[in-house]
């Protein structure tokens, strides 16, 4: 038999929340080279949004090896001779990737000067829309090899932040958001309409309470309908965003409670887009999964159209709507040239959106050893600002760990791991139940 062409890649993944987690994964699988049979280890960052088991087993990515690491450990982690990985993406937020980015340097310059000059393909990059703090964002990730924008229009606006501060901008690399799929949208019986929750869009409970009234009214206006509300999170657990009011707290204040037709629902968005005919939200990059399979999408108009909300991205989509419109039996009809700049590629082009990042992984791994790391921020740069990004995570301005840094080089105690489990659970009370109470009596 003829000797297999199949080349084996070694991947990580270093994630901070469950969605992170859910696009590094998914990104790792779709821009391996397609000749290549890949290995995935996945590294979660200790911290407020460290995803719980049930959180994990919801997202449904698998890999081969997952645990729990703090900073200063992924990066020795990283540095060891025997961690060849081909691949790293980094799914964090802007300044966790900054972190790293300077922190993986100084760790491969310290193996450089021992002999070895290898080092991974860096990867990062959004997990969906990019609708506020985008040259901040996009600066905190400058420096890896590839930053993928999910859009034609995402790729665009990131090279125009780069060029314009005078940084290279070739990493930009124009891929699609990688959990989209699904069968294409079929009529269901009965007719289900499911309200996208999100854990900080709006985020007063005033705001809350008025768009759970009104799935509640749209309801009971529509009994031959079944409605749901898809949520994020049970209370207590947290995504890459804080929710401050759970909808299922909100919830329990209806009056006469909620309607029989209208319940709510965790598990895998997907397998929900599966039963959905109107997929409604504020902003949810939900949106542009169920705009993939061609299910008929609204994003909500209610609350205004506000940077705030992210639902300005949305100009220009014809899915922009109000609860009374919809009440009234209104069906949206996207733009398909909208569309098309959103990488959503419901025309079928899906199959071909990570050609060019494959393309240029594949080119770099056989181009010999990568050049060091050269974020654009440096302390030369950016002397006021640099330090503190690097100090939340235990680096110094040169990327090295601070003396004192949180370590993790063996499985913490049993009184370690209470204590710590206390100290989320307070956390997690605190963002939940306090703070809004403090809010309150701040505004009276």
């Not at 959103?342 to 199959?351: K, M, W």
């Amino acid at each position: 038999m003829p000797a297999s062409t199949t080349k084996s890649l070694r991947a990580a993944v270093l994630a901070d929340s469950d969605t992170r987690w859910k696009w590094g994964a998914l990104t790792a699988n779709r821009i391996a080279p397609a000749d290549s049979d890949i290995t995935l280890d996945g590294y979660l960052l200790r911290g407020r949004a460290t995803p719980t088991a049930r959180q994990l087993d919801e997202v449904g990515v698998r890999a081969d090896s997952l645990r729990e690491v703090t900073a200063v450990e992924f990066l020795r982690e990283m540095a060891r001779e025997d961690a060849a990985y081909d691949v790293l993406v980094l799914s964090l937020v802007g300044g966790g990737v900054q972190a790293m980015l300077h922190g993986l340097s100084h760790q491969w310059r310290e193996r450089a000067a021992t002999g070895s000059a290898k080092r991974p393909v860096v990867v990062t990059g959004y997990v969906g829309v990019v609708y506020e703090k985008l040259a901040d964002g996009l600066l905190l990730r400058h420096g890896a090899d590839l930053v993928l924008a999910n859009s034609r229009q995402d790729a665009e606006r990131f090279r125009a932040v780069y060029e314009g501060v005078g940084a290279d901008a070739s990493s930009v690399t124009e891929v699609a958001l990688p959990f989209l799929g699904g069968a294409p949208y079929e009529k269901h019986d009965p007719y289900t309409v499911v309200f996208a929750a999100q854990p900080s869009v709006p985020e007063s409970r005033k705001d809350r309470t008025y768009l759970l009234n009104r799935l509640v009214q749209h309801a009971r206006l529509h009994p031959e309908r079944e409605v749901l509300l898809k949520l994020r999170s049970r209370p207590g657990e947290h995504t890459t965003h804080i929710e401050e009011q759970p909808y299922q707290r909100l919830a329990e204040r209806i009056p006469g409670g909620l309607p029989a037709n209208l319940r709510l629902v965790y598990g895998h968005m997907g397998e929900v887009l599966d039963r959905t005919d109107l997929l409604v939200t504020v902003s949810s990059t939900a949106a542009l999964e169920s705009l993939h399979r061609r299910i008929p999408t609204v994003v909500l108009t209610d609350l205004g159209v506000r940077e705030s909300l992210g639902n300005h991205h949305f100009v220009g989509s014809g899915c922009l709507a109000s609860w009374d419109r919809l009440d009234d039996g209104h069906v949206p009809v996207p733009d398909e040239r909208w569309v098309a700049r959103q990488g959503v590629a419901a025309d079928g082009a899906y199959g071909t959106a990570f050609d060019a990042a494959r393309a240029r992984i594949a080119g770099l791994l056989a181009g010999g050893p990568l050049p060091a790391l050269a974020p654009y921020y440096t302390p030369a740069t950016a002397p006021g600002y640099l330090p503190g990004i690097l100090a939340r995570h235990h680096l110094a301005p040169d990327g090295s760990p601070l003396p004192g840094a949180p370590d993790a080089d063996r499985e913490p105690g049993a009184v370690r791991q209470i204590v710590r489990r206390a100290a989320r659970g307070a956390y997690r009370h605190g963002v939940q139940r306090v703070a809004p109470v403090i809010r309150r009596m701040g505004e009276l």
